[in-house]
């Protein structure tokens, strides 16, 4: 976009010529007035003055620039000035720094073009035409900076949010299988007692261990076994409820929460996790069969709290493999 462009004997024109040739002492002036105010919040990085320093000195070039000849930035121009609220935001600044930075500009600019003016005579209608677009250049690179500061402060802030969710994930869940760690383990259990306390419901807890883990590990080496326990995890839990938890207990043990759950429902569960590890296992080519003892606990009827009922459970689990050890 481009107004009429002035003669060669436009003051207007002059007046541009003078200003741009004081691009410099614009920017530098700016940069000492900006210094002398209280900054907010954390400091500026010297990357981040350096680029302010060439958007003052930029922004003084392209308002010369209108005045010799009466081009107007365009959409590209507009979007590199306006990228130090972009900056700014980067670099979790406040926004009132970047606004005093363009109002410093402005001023800064402003008292350069009435002293040029003063000097080569300009009359009044140039000189106040010529405030007028650094008033308003100021006014659009302002909003601009605050759009793009607004819009990188919100991706910052899904960016810190999608980080810690995933913190708060890998802080309550096993890193090999992704499943419930202990800590998340001892939270569902207690919400769920607390919830069959409440609704006079049951509650069964069934301690999972692995057959003959060991024996692989010792045979093919952790790296292998660690590609058995994730499978066993994936098949597990495919014969649990959405409502149901599982978590690696530690090792080859796993445990399951069946909120609400009698013990029919518990046998049940039991009878599926069984046939979920009957099918055979193979990792590279090595073939296996999986197995597992487990014990079960009901609240109220084995224990009433959670250390309780983990702890029934364990003995269960390991009576039945001891029994069945001793066929």
Same mark, same amino acid.
């Given at each position: 976009?481009? #107004? /009429?462009?002035?003669?060669?004997?436009? @003051?207007?024109?002059? $007046?541009?010529? %003078? *200003? =741009?040739?004081?691009?410099?002492?614009?920017?530098?002036?700016?940069?000492?007035?900006?210094?002398?105010?209280?900054?907010?919040?954390?400091?500026?990085?010297?990357?981040?003055?350096?680029?302010?320093?060439?958007?003052?000195?930029?922004?003084?070039?392209?308002?010369?620039?209108?005045?010799?000849?009466?081009?107007?930035?365009?959409?590209?121009?507009?979007?590199?000035?306006?990228?130090?609220?972009?900056?700014?935001?980067?670099?979790?600044?406040?926004?009132?720094?970047?606004?005093?930075?363009?109002?410093?500009?402005?001023?800064?600019?402003?008292?350069?073009?009435? #002293? /040029?003016?003063?000097?080569?005579?300009? @009359?009044?209608?140039? $000189?106040?035409? %010529? *405030? =007028?677009?650094?008033?308003?250049?100021?006014?659009?690179?302002?909003?601009?900076?605050?759009?793009?500061?607004?819009?990188?402060?919100?991706?910052?802030?899904?960016?810190?949010?999608?980080?810690?969710?995933?913190?708060?994930?890998?802080?309550?869940?096993?890193?090999?299988?992704?499943?419930?760690?202990?800590?998340?383990?001892?939270?569902?259990?207690?919400?769920?007692?607390?919830?069959?306390?409440?609704?006079?419901?049951?509650?069964?807890?069934?301690?999972?261990?692995?057959?003959?883990?060991?024996?692989?590990?010792?045979?093919?080496?952790?790296?292998?076994?660690?590609?058995?326990?994730?499978?066993?995890?994936?098949?597990?839990?495919?014969?649990?409820?959405?409502?149901?938890?599982?978590?690696?207990?530690?090792?080859?043990?796993?445990?399951?929460?069946?909120?609400?759950?009698?013990?029919?429902?518990?046998?049940?569960?039991?009878?599926?996790?069984?046939?979920?590890?009957?099918?055979?296992?193979?990792?590279?080519?090595?073939?296996?069969?999986?197995?597992?003892?487990?014990?079960?606990?009901?609240?109220?009827?084995?224990?009433?709290?959670?250390?309780?009922?983990?702890?029934?459970?364990?003995?269960?689990?390991?009576?039945?493999?001891?029994?069945?050890?001793?066929?």
């Amino acid at each position: 976009m481009s #107004a /009429e462009v002035p003669d060669e004997t436009d @003051p207007r024109r002059a $007046l541009g010529l %003078a *200003l =741009g040739t004081r691009a410099d002492d614009v920017a530098q002036v700016a940069a000492t007035r900006v210094e002398t105010h209280q900054w907010i919040g954390k400091p500026a990085s010297d990357a981040y003055k350096q680029r302010r320093l060439a958007a003052h000195w930029v922004g003084t070039l392209m308002v010369a620039r209108w005045l010799v000849s009466g081009i107007l930035p365009d959409e590209n121009e507009s979007a590199w000035l306006a990228s130090t609220g972009q900056a700014a935001a980067a670099e979790q600044m406040s926004i009132v720094n970047v606004v005093r930075g363009y109002l410093i500009w402005r001023d800064v600019t402003s008292e350069i073009l009435v #002293a /040029e003016a003063h000097r080569l005579g300009s @009359p009044n209608t140039v $000189l106040a035409e %010529a *405030l =007028g677009i650094v008033r308003g250049s100021t006014d659009v690179n302002m909003m601009h900076s605050a759009k793009r500061f607004d819009a990188n402060l919100r991706e910052i802030s899904r960016q810190l949010e999608r980080e810690g969710v995933a913190l708060r994930h890998d802080a309550l869940h096993d890193a090999l299988t992704a499943l419930p760690n202990r800590t998340l383990l001892y939270d569902r259990l207690e919400v769920a007692v607390r919830g069959a306390e409440r609704d006079d419901e049951c509650v069964a807890v069934l301690m999972v261990d692995l057959d003959g883990f060991k024996a692989v590990n010792d045979t093919y080496g952790h790296r292998f076994g660690d590609l058995v326990l994730h499978e066993a995890a994936i098949r597990l839990s495919s014969a649990l409820r959405e409502s149901d938890t599982i978590a690696r207990f530690g090792g080859d043990e796993f445990v399951v929460v069946l909120p609400g759950a009698g013990e029919d429902d518990a046998r049940g569960t039991w009878a599926r996790m069984l046939a979920s590890l009957a099918a055979p296992l193979i990792i590279g080519g090595v073939e296996l069969r999986l197995g597992a003892s487990i014990g079960v606990a009901m609240y109220p009827l084995h224990a009433k709290d959670v250390e309780g009922l983990l702890a029934a459970a364990d003995r269960a689990m390991y009576a039945e493999k001891h029994a069945r050890e001793g066929q």
